[in-house]
């Protein structure tokens, strides 16, 4: 009978995390974020559907938008292969979480600093699915401003 509640015991707390985990797709963001301070190329590819797409835009002085595509893969490997020095820093303000399982949208606003000087800030735009029991990013775009914050 104790053998049964110590199994019951860790099957709800197995669920619970699931559905921490499911419930929390911010979570999916700060991992890769953590991914990305660390240069760690397998995790950071790890948090990318295989259908991923990356974009950026920025608004350019003269009032005109530049609009381009990466490839994840690309990114990727030179975020993992960047040099120690300077060091990269994006500071994230308060997210806005929108849900509607299986996918999720992330909105949250950055300042991003090279060798802890201001080099620009914008939003992150994530669009997540649920699958394969966790959230992967599949649309990533950020924008650009080089004014200060």
């Known amino acids: 009978m104790l ?11 197995s669920l619970g995390y699931a559905q ?9 963001i700060t991992a890769f974020f ?8 397998p995790a950071l590819a790890a948090a990318w559907h295989p259908e991923a797409r990356l974009y950026s835009t920025q608004l350019l002085p003269d009032g005109s938008n530049r609009f ?5 893969a690309d990114f ?3 975020v993992a292969q960047r040099p120690a020095a300077p060091t990269w820093e994006e ?16 909105w949250v606003p950055y300042r991003f600093y090279r060798a802890g000087e201001f080099s620009h800030r914008g939003t992150n735009n994530f669009l997540l699915l649920w699958e394969n029991g966790r959230w992967q990013i599949l649309h990533l775009i950020d924008t650009r401003l080089t004014d200060r914050p």
């Open 20 to 28: 921490t985990d499911r419930a929390d797709p911010y979570s999916a």
């Open 76 to 78: 990727v490997q030179a």
């Open 68 to 72: 381009w595509a990466a490839v994840v």
């Open 91 to 106: 500071q994230l303000d308060q997210p806005t979480v929108l849900l509607d399982f299986p996918m999720a949208q992330v």
């Open 34 to 41: 953590e991914a990305f301070h660390q240069a760690d190329g």
């Open 3 to 13: 053998r049964h509640f110590f199994l019951l015991l860790l099957w709800g707390t």
